[in-house]
């Protein structure tokens, strides 16, 4: 479990998607913050809570918000 104070927490996707292809490392190396890390939300579960994926240098990996 992943607890961010003041956003809320997070069960993690046990999947770890590496990054595919050329579009995806072009995304990455445009869009990364100064953490060398991309967070991307929208409801991937359908349960209506904010979900998260985070894309780091060679992977993604989903984060589900828990209530």
Do not use: C, H
Request: charged content about 25%; overall charge negative; hydrophobic content about 40%.
């Amino acid at each position: 479990m992943l607890n961010l104070p003041g956003i809320g927490a997070f069960k993690p996707d046990f999947t770890v998607v590496p990054l595919e292809g050329q579009a995806d490392i072009m995304r990455f190396n445009r869009e990364r913050d100064e953490n060398g890390v991309i967070w991307e939300s929208g409801d991937y579960n359908g349960d209506g809570l904010n979900d998260v994926t985070m894309w780091t240098n060679d992977a993604k990996q989903v984060f589900y918000m828990v209530q």
